[in-house]
Structures are given as C-alpha cells and as structure tokens.
C-alpha cells in the first residue's frame, strides 16, 4: 500500500508534517514497515480543501493532525484486513 502526504507550503502550514509523524509512528508500532510505502510530494493540487492532502492507493483524502490516527484505523487498517 502506498500513502503519499503532500508536503507542499499549503499543507505544510496545515500540518502535514505532524500528519506523516504520526503515521510513521502507527505503521511502526503496527509492524507494517513491509506492507505500506510512506511517501512525501510536493502539492497535489488540492490546496483549497481544508486540511493535508492525503493520497491512499491513488484516492485522495484531506486529513488535519487530530483525524490522523481515525483515518489511519479507518481507511489504512480495513484495507490491509481485505
């Protein structure tokens, strides 16, 4: 599974920083360093959107710092039970 966090100046001023933080720490303490690509990319074109650009296996999503640890159980963990 591949998560790309966009890093651009807008959604650095949201967050996106403490975003991948706080996947990083959730894919580490899960044990899934094998099974999910953590990436950073410059904008996403989604600037208007409130919150981070979040793209999970090409489906794009915007997450504040708060929701991260919800998206991350909700779309992140119920992709890799399937």
Do not use: W, Y
Request: net charge negative; glycine share 8%.
């Amino acid at each position: 599974m591949e998560i790309t966090v966009c890093i651009g100046s807008s959604c650095h001023l949201k967050g996106s920083r403490d975003v991948i933080s706080i996947f990083q720490r959730l894919v580490s303490m899960n044990h899934l360093e094998d099974k999910i690509d953590l990436k950073g990319s410059f904008c996403m074109g989604e600037c208007t959107n409130n919150g981070v650009c979040v793209c999970l296996d090409g489906e794009h999503f915007k997450v504040t710092p708060l929701e991260t640890e919800a998206f991350f159980n909700r779309e992140v963990m119920k992709r890799l039970e399937k």
